[in-house]
């Protein structure tokens, strides 16, 4: 059975760093097009970062420069690498994976079968 489970969240105030971890179970998350995703109280789920199986990345806009999406295929983990944190990057982050190849950016929540349950990140000003 196909499980992702994030950590690392927490409370930081603006300008810190977090990583958030996702450890996957159940296959090989070198094969899969996996991303970060994040929803804050009453906006729709966005697409934050995506890696593709050939180690392409991509990033919305808001967070380029700032974080950073990588994989360690030996440990089966995908990360996400948070600097320079803002205010508005509070949300709940989910981790996400689909077993094909990404689908354009790869930040469409449509395009994932497998999700996480989520973990916190609140931002301070």
């Known amino acids: 059975q196909v499980q992702l489970v994030e950590s690392g969240g927490g409370s930081v105030q603006a300008g810190g760093s977090l990583r958030l971890s996702c450890a996957a179970f159940g296959y090989i998350s070198r094969n899969y097009c996996m991303g970060w995703f994040r929803q804050a109280p009453g906006k729709e789920r966005e697409g934050v970062a995506s890696?593709?199986?050939?180690?392409?990345?991509r990033y919305a806009d808001s967070v380029k420069g700032r974080f950073t999406i990588s994989k360690d295929n030996a440990k089966n983990t995908l990360y996400l690498q948070m600097n320079s944190l803002k205010p508005e990057d509070t949300a709940m982050y989910y981790c996400?994976?689909?077993?094909?190849?990404?689908?354009?950016?790869?930040?469409?929540?449509?395009?994932?079968?497998?999700w996480g349950r989520g973990t916190q990140v609140t931002v301070s000003s």
């Open positions: 890696i593709n199986r050939d180690g392409t990345t």
């Open positions: 996400a994976a689909q077993p094909v190849q990404c689908l354009a950016t790869g930040l469409s929540q449509y395009e994932y079968n497998d």
